[in-house]
């Protein structure tokens, strides 16, 4: 069976590793992205050259219009969607006294209301298939809290409350939804972090590669995952 997969935020970092490890499941992946267009293109570019299958496809999933037209005319030409992993996010961190309105609204539009925007569209159209995946990556500081960082822990704590939501409503329908909560990983984000201090918050002692996050998800969105549902999956190097 050929398989479709929307990665939202596939064009760097933990999205493009999911992208091209369920490419290499043999499932045709749909590579979203914002603003960078060259990017996205180099992942298709990458999955092609593997002998897989790849389209980009371009939408802010905070602008819920635009996101739930697209995805709705996508459906229409198509198909359904088979899997859908929910990457994409923002940070835009500052003290709680000093954050203002517009940081804490686009860190949650991004990260927690595009959820309903991504997901609303490609919903019914899996409960017809009754199979399906539903993939948010969330993060270690959903469930510890971070200086600087409360909206975007909100965020993330929010989209494990409405990803396990979701998965109660449909696991009758041959759905599973899960969540992964990453913790140190080596990317941009934590490019101004000291070594140091993550060997000394990680019990492994290091950060965390993107492909091994992208290997639960893949577990997550396969066949095999067929009863884990409203699961959030540490992968943190120990931190609990």
């Known amino acids: ?34 603003r960078s267009e060259q990017a996205a293109d180099e992942v298709v570019a990458l999955i092609q050259a593997s002998g897989g299958n790849a389209t980009t496809v371009q939408f802010d999933v905070s602008d819920r219009e635009t996101c739930m037209k697209t995805l709705e005319t996508l459906v229409e030409k198509e198909g359904a969607m088979d899997v859908v992993v929910h990457n994409a996010g923002a940070v835009s961190d500052a003290p709680f006294p000093g954050m203002d309105v517009d940081q804490w609204e686009r860190v949650i539009n991004t990260s927690l209301n595009s ?19 539903i993939v948010s990556v969330s993060s270690i500081a959903a469930l510890h809290g971070n200086r600087g960082q409360s909206n975007y822990a909100a965020a993330k704590a929010g989209l494990i409350g ?9 696991a009758n329908r041959g759905i599973c939804v899960n969540a992964v909560a990453p913790g140190f990983i080596a990317t941009e984000m934590i490019d101004g972090i000291a070594a140091d201090l993550i060997k000394q918050n990680v019990p492994m002692g ?12 893949s577990f997550l969105c396969s066949d095999a995952a067929s009863y884990v549902t409203g699961e959030v999956i540490n992968v943190s190097g120990g931190i609990i």
Do not use: D
């Not at 992208?19 to 290499?24: F, I, V």
């Not at 959820?115 to 995946?133: N, S, T």
């Not at 409405?162 to 449909?170: D, F, G, H, I």
């Open 1 to 34: 069976m050929n398989r479709q997969a929307l990665v939202t935020g596939a064009s760097r970092g933990i999205g493009k590793a999911i992208a091209l490890r369920l490419a290499r499941e043999g499932m045709h992946v749909w590579v979203n992205y914002l």
């Open 162 to 170: 409405a990803t396990r939501s979701l998965a109660k409503e449909v």
């Open 115 to 133: 959820f309903f925007y991504v997901c609303r569209p490609l919903i019914m159209p899996m409960i017809r298939k009754r199979w399906g995946r």
């Open 206 to 217: 290091r950060a965390g590669s993107v492909q091994e996050v992208a290997e639960v998800v």
